[in-house]
């Protein structure tokens, strides 16, 4: 194990939502693959989260990134980008130099980088025509500045298993429990450090939904999740303001 620490640095997906402790709070890829990690290089393994629902990849840069610069880890993971290409501000000409430059910052003080190209979530959401071309844009681009910078890259995007609705929460943009613990195998596998086999098993599809249940469902959906989400768009809020890093230092697993 090379590894001796770990900073995980992002927004929600790496936060950890929706897959919850018995607590409530977020538990998701990034704890799990700490805790494999610890298990492995022993009690002195010490892991960070800065990662914060809601942020935009300014945000991260400007917040994040120093931070887990200034803990000199061995191994971080940056995941940004997401929570951009869904406003229609977002400028891929400004995007995609600055996403390369973060990523040499990551790189120059000698730590391995995972980086990913995303799920494909766009296939269970409202605005596919405008957002689609933008995530592929931003896979595009992670994959070209993996390879330029020698990341460990993470296809998610190649891996068709994502678009099993049994992956994703009841809000279908955050992974489920199931989702979160496939994104630790595949980091883990690509890390060459073994995993529990469970972690990458897929659930079954549900079975087909009559119509007018699905548009039940959808209405729900709007309702529930849509609604809110349109709604801190117009008044300029985010599901992240009053939220800080669930681990903000380097410090110890405790391991079950």
Not at 44 to 52: E, K, P, S
Not at 218 to 233: E, F, N, T, V, Y
Request: glycine share 8%; charged share 20%.
């Amino acid at each position: 194990m090379r590894w001796r620490n770990f900073v995980a640095v992002g927004d929600s997906f790496t936060e950890g939502m929706d897959d919850a402790y018995p607590d409530g709070t977020y538990r998701g890829w990034a704890d799990l693959v700490a805790t494999r990690l610890a298990a492995e290089a022993g009690p002195d393994f010490g892991y960070a989260n800065l990662a914060i629902r809601g942020r935009l990849f300014p945000n991260v840069v400007a917040e994040q990134v120093p931070a887990a610069l200034a803990m000199k880890p061995d191994l971080i993971s940056f995941a940004a980008g997401g929570n951009d290409v869904l406003r229609r501000s977002f400028d891929p000409d400004a995007f995609v130099p600055r996403f390369d430059a973060v990523v040499g910052r990551l790189r120059s003080g000698g730590a391995d980088v995972v980086l990913f190209r995303f799920a494909d979530v766009m296939a269970r959401l409202p605005g596919q025509r405008l957002v689609a071309p933008r995530v592929t844009l931003l896979n595009r681009v992670v994959g070209e500045v993996a390879e330029r910078h020698g990341a460990i890259l993470v296809d998610l995007y190649a891996d068709d298993a994502y678009l099993n609705p049994m992956l994703w929460s009841t809000d279908r943009l955050h992974l489920s429990a199931a989702g979160h613990r496939r994104v630790a195998g595949q980091v883990l596998t690509a890390l060459g450090v073994g995993c529990d086999e469970e972690w990458l098993m897929v659930p079954p599809h549900p079975a087909p939904t009559p119509w007018l249940a699905a548009r039940a469902a959808d209405l729900r959906w709007a309702g529930q999740h849509l609604a809110p989400w349109i709604k801190r768009r117009l008044t300029g809020r985010s599901s992240g303001d009053f939220v800080t890093a669930k681990r903000p230092v380097l410090g110890p697993i405790t391991l079950d």
